[in-house]
């Protein structure tokens, strides 16, 4: 089992850079794919990215693509989402997700999320 805990979340403007943590603690985090999922409100919950063990491979949902980007440090058991040129439609409760077998779409464990609020 592994614990996750997002932060970072805040209120920014559009067209802003943001960059979301997340630290998880439990045993042998290397071997987890790792992944960010957002809901926004009134709205189901939306895959966003995933990345290996390695992070050599890393995935990412089209709305997203080009402009968020996700990395690890399995030495600090850390999870980061890196935001740029956020839109209106990027507001969203933002959750770290792990799974032992599911790269595409990780979502065996989930923290609590972090609020994310882009204004224009």
């Known amino acids: 089992q592994v614990q996750l805990e997002e932060s970072g979340g805040r209120v920014v403007q559009v067209g802003d850079s943001l960059s979301l943590s997340c630290a998880a603690d439990?045993?042998?985090?290397?071997?987890?794919?790792m992944g960010w999922f957002r809901q926004a409100p009134g709205k189901e919950r939306e895959y966003v990215a995933s990345?290996?063990?390695?992070?050599?491979?890393?995935l990412y949902a089209d709305s997203v693509k080009g402009r968020f980007t996700i990395s690890r440090d399995n030495n600090k058991n850390m999870v980061w989402l890196n935001m740029k040129n956020l839109q209106s439609e990027d507001t969203a409760v933002y959750y770290c997700?792990?799974?032992?077998?599911?790269?595409?779409?990780?979502?065996?464990?989930w923290g609590q999320g972090t609020q994310v609020t882009v204004s224009s």
């Open positions: 990345i290996n063990w390695s992070s050599s491979i890393t």
């Open positions: 439990g045993a042998n985090f290397d071997t987890y794919f």
């Open positions: 997700t792990a799974d032992q077998f599911n790269l595409e779409k990780p979502a065996r464990y």
